[in-house]
């Protein structure tokens, strides 16, 4: 279980290596949404995306010289690369031949080592335990790990700092549900008005269904969305109970209205989100029901340049 | 003169309207560089450049009430537009029939009125001339102000804070010059081992040529460039004499080098920035002997989506 002090701890080990993200606004957004709309930038992040903390956090918290192994779509991968070249031992990833290019890309040009593997025909989890066993490298799995969480929780203590509000929901993307749960345990402690609601995309919401129902509940699948960086099969073990104590109703977002977020964060707020970093955005300016003020966490900006040209030309 | 009271004194009106932007930079970036880069990410700035300080510097400095009127082809227009409406002051902007679309929305939208006139027929200063007499409206000049300049110079206040080092270039791109002073400026006074250099696209280098000559020299055209934001006939009559004093010999990049600058800040800062937002980018990644670490201003992302999306389509 994730404390808050466990977050305070991760958010001293990062200082001076994982950067403190702006909580960015513009008029002419908050205009369109009908509401006033924050947003905590982590695309702006060190690796282009949170995950940078959680990585960070766990590889930080390794004996030193503990080579690591890690198995994400990409971010993930980033995260851990980043911190475990820093930290100056070696990183395995384990990365389906089908994630974006440019997250490929600089996975391996942080230095890792980078595994493909076919989604469809091999099993990810057989390959992770034969390489962490013949290679002796220690799992950081991307969100079921306490220090993950109390890594991407920091994202948490910073929104409580910098939001200037007492009362309001916080959309947080959400795959696995590290950050949410990171952060829902950070505003609980740290201003409780703030509230922490997931955001998933139309047909992978297994977290919304999850809380919905008081039990972990599966996606149907895990492909077949352009927000690559959330589609998770089902809960984490770990997160879920957290955000079933401290989280409201989950939301989702059609891949539309996601990629309208995209485009719209372009225009508005100037930065790079990929599709599945803008569902809370998305959210924020697209759902009902919501307050007069919500944050949303924009989670990611590695997007591959087409993807990003062609949302442009539909949305922009 | 612009002193550094007189910046401070800005920074103090601006409180909690201006934007505190980051200083990013990015492992990978530092890599393709072969040094550190650090990057004052003024396209978030909330009205997408640093026009927004120097607007609200001038507009706050006025006698309440009074009406403005400025002359742009975007980002010093969307400037005072946000100040003039956070004011609420009439603000009427003269703008080239031919400026980005995006940025022509964008002052309309902050409750503007835009005139448009065809640079190759019309007389923009005597049709400013015209309107400022009938409306009883004061002129907000882009650059050749004390207070516009006070305002852009505290970017420069931002930078000595922010910057961790005490020896290095700070790369600024300039117009008419108006960033270039006020950052100069400040930095003479709180950080004088950090020096600045004036940025401009090649043809187009009117302050660097006037720099090496001493003298006040013309640019043979202000179209031509993609850099449409820092396109200005000659230097400011109060800018070139402190940047003599104070300023590096000035540097200039190609257009090609501005739209690489403009896909590398996509894919590695994860920011949107226009093409003469992103000259000092380029000129840290690609001109030779500079230091071992530059500082350069991101000076504005207001660009149009096609453009954007050609950009990564070439260089992404």
């Known amino acids: 279980m994730t404390t808050l002090a466990a977050?305070?701890?991760?958010?001293?080990?990062?200082?001076?290596?994982?950067?403190?993200?702006?909580?960015?606004?513009?008029?002419?957004?908050?205009?369109?949404?009908?509401?006033?709309?924050?947003?905590?930038?982590?695309?702006?992040?060190?690796?282009?995306?949170?995950?940078?903390?959680?990585?960070?956090?766990?590889?930080?918290?390794?004996?030193?010289?503990?080579?690591?192994?890690?198995?994400?779509?990409?971010?993930?991968?980033?995260?851990?690369?980043?911190?475990?070249?820093?930290?100056?031992?070696?990183?395995?990833?384990l990365m389906p031949s089908d994630a974006p290019a440019v997250k490929i890309a600089n996975t391996r040009a942080y230095g890792a080592e980078v595994v493909l593997y076919d989604r469809a025909t091999e099993d990810r989890?057989?390959?992770?335990?034969?390489?962490?066993?013949?290679?002796?490298?220690t799992l950081v799995p991307p969100f079921d790990h306490p220090e993950v969480i109390a890594g991407q929780g920091t994202v948490g203590l910073e929104i409580a700092d910098q939001a200037g509000v007492d009362r309001a929901d916080v959309l947080v993307p959400c795959g696995g549900g590290g950050l949410s749960t990171g952060v829902a345990v950070a505003l609980a402690a740290k201003a409780p008005g703030l509230r922490v609601?997931?955001?998933?995309?139309?047909?992978?919401?297994?977290?919304?269904?999850?809380?919905?129902?008081?039990?972990?509940?599966?996606?149907?699948?895990?492909?077949?969305?352009?927000?690559d960086a959330i589609l998770t099969p089902s809960p984490g073990k770990l997160t879920l109970p957290v955000l079933q104590g401290l989280a409201g109703p989950g939301l989702a977002v059609?891949?539309?209205?996601?990629?309208?977020?995209?485009?719209?964060?372009?225009?508005?707020?100037?930065?790079?989100?990929?599709?599945?970093?803008?569902?809370?955005?998305?959210?924020?300016l697209f759902a009902p029901d919501l307050g007069d003020t919500v944050i949303c966490v924009l989670s990611g900006g590695n997007v591959d340049p087409g993807l990003f040209a062609e949302t442009l030309a539909r949305f922009g």
């Open 7 to 93: 977050i305070k701890a991760a958010a001293a080990r990062m200082e001076g290596h994982v950067r403190r993200t702006p909580l960015l606004y513009a008029p002419l957004l908050d205009r369109l949404a009908g509401r006033r709309v924050l947003v905590k930038a982590e695309c702006l992040q060190v690796t282009g995306s949170f995950k940078a903390r959680g990585g960070w956090a766990a590889v930080s918290a390794l004996p030193p010289g503990a080579g690591v192994l890690a198995m994400s779509s990409g971010n993930h991968a980033q995260g851990v690369a980043f911190a475990a070249a820093a930290h100056g031992v070696p990183a395995v990833i």
């Open 125 to 137: 989890d057989a390959l992770a335990a034969r390489l962490s066993e013949k290679r002796g490298l």
């Open 197 to 227: 609601r997931t955001v998933e995309p139309v047909g992978f919401d297994d977290m919304a269904r999850s809380l919905a129902a008081g039990e972990a509940l599966r996606n149907p699948a895990t492909t077949g969305s352009v927000c």
């Open 254 to 284: 059609t891949d539309e209205q996601a990629l309208q977020a995209v485009a719209l964060a372009f225009t508005h707020l100037r930065v790079v989100a990929e599709p599945g970093g803008a569902v809370a955005l998305a959210a924020a």
